[in-house]
Every structure is written in structure tokens, then in C-alpha cells.
């Protein structure tokens, strides 16, 4: 099972590591927070982003928290993973930069929330799969993901399956009542979720904006639960 | 941007909690539905996304559906309303799962309290099937009586009735039967895609139905949506600014 972290800084070595974001300047805090994390543990670091806005906010971000680590971005346009006969692989940049720390590394790619979409969405998970089956290793791989951006309607089989093939999850901290209640569903697969997070999950289910279904019994927007979260998202406050 | 500020009194307002409220699904058959095809059966089921009833007696309903199948059963339906002259048929779209949905309107007559009733405590989705409508209900024992007496009246009777759990009345005070069927309208419509806020006139325009009377609508939902957060949470609602527009550009 996942195990819910606190923070992107508390990923340990040999971690994969899903971070939910909802907006650029929290997806910076959360990156920021990951190389302090790696400084900590004396790991050497890389950051892909495909965007130039962003990368200027994580610039800000780490020059804040972890200035040590300023040299670790490198901006890549595109979706950053390439297509091999197996399916796709992380970024060669990527992969020659773990190759050369045997000792471990700290690795992030932030592009694929820029690219995903409901066709698609297959695709990625399956990507993510095969990389969870890397572990056990030495290194620190994160996979930020805004959590607004998954099509409603998938977003209950989405999120749970990006739980899976995670070893641990950071949930947004971000106020928006969708944001919350999208992040009950990972909540409810985690190992380790508190007690107030607990009792959260049973007012949603008494409540009908989720429930219990599939072969597993796994939590799952309702239909009126999954019109809520489309009104919460456009109307946030 | 939707200000969901608390208002004073609403043509609209939610239904207050009825204490002793149960969750129950009720069988209802329908009337014959002409087939689209001679050979055709309807295998799949339409839904019932959202409604409204409005102060006026109209009642504006989305009904959806995925397939050819339930292409042709909702076609058929919207035909024989129309031939009927019951309502019209305000607007038919692919939403974003690729599904049919239409919407239509009706307008009650006065002395019909079923439309009035179901308004009230209908839970959507509800199913249609060619010969039956599967409505799930929050009701009080009085309310059931009334029901139950309504669509017998209508030539409807139940053949089933399941009674699944009580209600807390603090459950149901925080969106409404009908606030839920609203909302389920909203989304019907597209009112939520692609992250632009539909204006209170521009939903009242596609709807048919009054600018003012549909803002205050919008109003009420985000109260009772706040109220539900809050609840899930255990924060406190704290009131949004007072607005005069309830709703951004477009």
C-alpha cells in the first residue's frame, strides 16, 4: 500500500514518490521541498520541466529553501518520456544521470500533467506502472501531478491508480474544497492515513458523494459526488 | 466568479430537513414508448441527470444517454412529448464521455401535485428503462403516502418499493433533493466545462427560464455545496462576500 508522507522533503531514498499539486507556485514548494530532501540525505539531483513559468517559480523556490541545489533544473519542451516497443521510459538525460550515481539520485520530471488527457490517461499509468517495478533501488524519483486536471469522471479509478503504482504520496495542501475531496479517494488506499482523515472519508460516504464499489470495494465519487467536485473545481471558493 | 453567498428569503430555498426522511427506490412503470424500429428492445437504460422545478410549474429535465440504443429510446421519447404537446425540447448535446444528453421542459398543469412532489424529494440520477422508471427518493412517511397516492391518481402505481435507510435530518438540510437535481442540471448543460463559468443569464437563456429567479437558484446551491463541505470536513461554513452578480463573465 502507499504510505502518505507529510511532505516532498520527507520522500526517503527509494522512494517513488507521487506529489499532488494544484497550482504552479504549490507544484514550486513541492519541488523545492524534494531537493531539500535530497540535499539532506547527500544525493545529487536533476529536474525536468517542459515549462518555462514554472521553472522560473521552482528557481525562486529552491533559491529560497535549498540555494545549494540551483543548478539541478534543465528545461525540456515536451512530454519528456520517449516511446520504446515496451511501452515509454523516463528521458535519457534522466536515465544517464542515475546511471552515473550508482550511490543513489533524486529525479523529477514534472511534464506529464501538461499532457495527460482522458485518452491517454491509460498510457501514463501504464508508464508509472512499469517504473514502480524498478524498486527496490537507491534513488528518489517524484511524479508531481495536479490533481485538477484529471477528467472528473475518471478521477476516482485515476487517482487510486496512481496511488498503486506509488511507494508513497504527498496530497495537496491547496484549501479548495475539490481539491480535499478528490484526495479522500487516495486517502482511503493509503496505509497510513490519520484519524480526522479517517472520519472525513465516513462523512463523505454518509453523505453520498462517494462509496464503496468495483470488485474491491474501493471508494468512488458517486454521480452527485462527481457533479460537486465539477462545481467545486470551476467555482473554488 | 460564483459567489455562493448566503441571501435572505429565496423563491428557491431548499427544502427544510423533514425528520423521519428514508432513502427508498421506487419502481414506476411508464406508459408505452413507440419504437423507433419495429425489431428494436431497449436493452440499456436512459438517466434522468438533473431538473428544476421553477416557480412558474415549469419543470426543465436533462435526460442522458450513451449508444445508439439510448439515442433511439431518448428520440423516441422527446417525440411523443412533443407530438403530445407536453413540452419542448430545449437543447440536445454530446457531453464530454460522449453521451446524448437532451433537455427538456414541461410545463405542469396546476392541479398536478406529482411533478410538485417529486421535485422535492427525487434523488437523481433516476433510471429509465422502455417500460419503467427506477426514482430513488428521500421521503417522510407522509411524503411516500402523498407519493404513493399521486401516481396512483396518474395511473402509475409503484410495483416496487425499497426502503434502504434513514436520513439524518442534518444530512439532508445541507443540499436538498432538489438542490442535488439542480446541480445534476448544471453539469447536464455544460455549465462546468472547460473551466469557463457560465453567467446566471446565460444558463437562463439556454434554460428558457427567469435571470433573476435562476441567480437566486445559484445562490441557494452554493450555500447547501458549502454547507457539505464543511460538514465532510467539520469546518465551519464561514459566509462568502456579499455580491450583486452571482456570476463572472463568461
Do not use: K
Not at chain 2, 422508471?133 to 404513493?148: D, F, K, N
Amino acid at each position: 500500500m502507499t504510505v502518505l508522507v507529510p511532505s516532498t522533503e520527507e520522500a526517503p531514498a527509494g522512494s517513488h514518490v507521487l506529489s499532488f499539486y494544484a497550482s504552479d507556485s504549490e507544484a514550486a514548494e513541492s519541488v523545492a521541498g524534494f531537493l531539500r530532501g535530497a540535499r539532506g540525505l547527500g544525493q545529487p539531483a536533476i529536474v525536468l520541466t517542459s515549462d518555462a513559468h514554472r521553472l522560473n517559480l521552482y528557481e525562486s523556490a529552491v533559491a529560497r529553501r535549498v540555494p545549494q541545489m540551483a543548478g539541478v533544473f534543465r528545461l525540456v519542451s515536451g512530454p519528456h518520456l520517449h516511446l520504446t516497443p515496451e511501452g515509454l521510459r523516463p528521458p535519457e538525460e534522466v536515465e544517464a544521470f542515475t546511471n552515473a550515481h550508482a550511490r543513489g539520485a533524486s529525479t523529477c520530471s514534472d511534464a506529464i500533467p501538461d499532457v495527460l488527457t482522458r485518452e491517454n490517461l491509460d498510457t501514463y499509468l501504464e508508464y508509472e506502472r512499469w517504473y514502480d517495478t524498478l524498486r527496490p533501488y537507491v534513488h528518489r524519483g517524484m511524479c508531481p501531478y495536479d490533481v485538477t486536471r484529471l477528467p472528473v469522471d475518471l478521477a476516482s479509478w485515476a487517482l487510486q491508480e496512481l496511488a498503486d503504482v506509488h511507494s508513497h504520496v504527498v496530497l495537496s495542501r491547496d484549501p479548495s474544497p475539490a481539491v480535499q475531496l478528490l484526495q479522500l479517494l487516495v486517502v482511503a488506499t493509503a496505509e497510513n492515513p490519520a484519524a480526522a482523515q479517517r472520519d472525513s472519508v465516513d462523512r463523505a460516504l454518509t453523505r453520498g458523494v462517494v462509496q464503496r464499489g468495483g470488485p474491491n470495494e474501493r471508494l468512488e465519487l458517486t454521480p452527485r459526488g462527481e457533479n460537486l467536485v465539477r462545481a467545486l473545481l470551476t467555482f473554488p471558493s | 466568479m460564483w459567489d455562493p453567498a448566503p441571501t435572505g428569503p429565496s423563491r428557491a430555498s431548499p427544502t427544510p430537513a423533514v425528520p423521519g426522511r428514508r432513502e427508498a427506490v421506487l419502481t414506476i412503470p411508464l406508459p408505452p414508448i413507440p419504437r423507433v424500429a419495429g425489431t428494436m428492445t431497449y436493452g440499456a437504460l436512459a438517466e434522468i441527470e438533473g431538473y428544476d422545478l421553477a416557480p412558474d410549474r415549469t419543470i426543465t429535465v436533462a435526460v442522458s444517454g450513451s449508444g445508439a440504443v439510448a439515442t433511439a429510446f431518448l428520440e423516441s421519447v422527446w417525440t411523443l412529448i412533443q407530438e403530445r404537446r407536453l413540452g419542448r425540447l430545449r437543447s440536445v448535446r454530446t457531453d464530454e464521455r460522449g453521451r446524448t444528453v437532451a433537455v427538456l421542459s414541461v410545463h405542469l398543469p396546476e392541479d398536478v401535485e406529482l411533478g410538485h412532489l417529486l421535485g422535492s424529494i427525487a434523488v437523481v440520477p433516476a433510471r429509465l428503462g422502455p417500460a419503467t422508471a427506477e426514482v430513488r427518493v428521500l421521503a417522510s412517511p407522509h411524503e411516500m403516502q402523498r407519493l404513493t397516492v399521486a401516481l396512483e391518481e396518474e395511473g402509475l402505481p409503484p410495483s416496487a418499493v425499497v426502503v434502504e435507510r434513514a436520513v439524518q435530518p442534518a444530512e439532508a438540510s445541507e443540499l436538498a433533493p432538489e438542490d442535488w437535481a439542480f446541480l445534476g442540471l448544471l453539469v447536464a448543460i455544460g455549465a462546468f466545462e472547460g473551466r469557463r463559468v457560465s453567467t446566471a443569464s446565460a444558463i437562463a437563456e439556454r434554460l428558457d427560464l427567469d435571470p433573476g429567479y435562476l441567480a437566486e437558484r445559484i445562490r441557494t446551491l452554493g450555500n447547501g455545496m458549502r454547507r457539505l463541505v464543511a460538514a465532510v470536513f467539520q469546518e465551519p461554513a464561514t459566509p462568502g462576500p456579499p455580491s450583486s452578480d452571482p456570476t463572472g463573465p463568461t
